[in-house]
């Protein structure tokens, strides 16, 4: 299992990017992005669930962001907009088979990208 993760850049407060996940392999149950910002644990974003396509947000992203998932390309997308200085991070995509109590977790994801980085200024 691969998955290469893109779309990181430098944007201005305000702004939006696209982060894109390209995954090769085996089909998870979950889908996720987490984000690692300097000095502080690696963070849950959001996630999709394959199957039903329900979706999971952090507080701090929820109504800014959005997560998909283009089954057929086997790619996950994170749709970022309304971007904040604090959303200032390495971006990583991330595939497991949590349960559902645990989604948010990092502990469930068994393959991870590489991380892009994000950098949002004021």
């Known amino acids: 299992v691969q998955l290469q993760a893109s779309g990181g850049g430098s944007v201005q407060d305000g702004d939006s990017l696209r982060l894109t996940c390209a995954a090769s392999?085996?089909?998870?149950?979950?889908y996720g992005w987490f984000r690692q910002a300097p000095g502080k644990e690696r963070e849950f974003v959001a996630a999709?669930?394959?199957?039903?396509?329900?979706?999971y947000y952090s507080d701090s992203v929820k109504g800014r962001f959005a997560i998909s998932r283009d089954n057929a390309k086997n790619t996950l997308y994170l749709e970022m907009n309304s971007l904040k200085p604090e959303d200032t991070a390495v971006y990583f995509c991330?595939?497991?088979?949590?349960?559902?109590?645990?989604?948010?977790?990092?502990?469930?994801?068994?393959?991870w990208g590489q991380g892009t980085l994000v950098t949002v200024s004021s």
């Open positions: 392999g085996r089909t998870f149950r979950s």
């Open positions: 999709i669930f394959y199957g039903n396509n329900r979706r």
């Open positions: 991330a595939a497991g088979d949590p349960i559902l109590s645990s989604v948010r977790a990092s502990g469930g994801y068994k393959a």
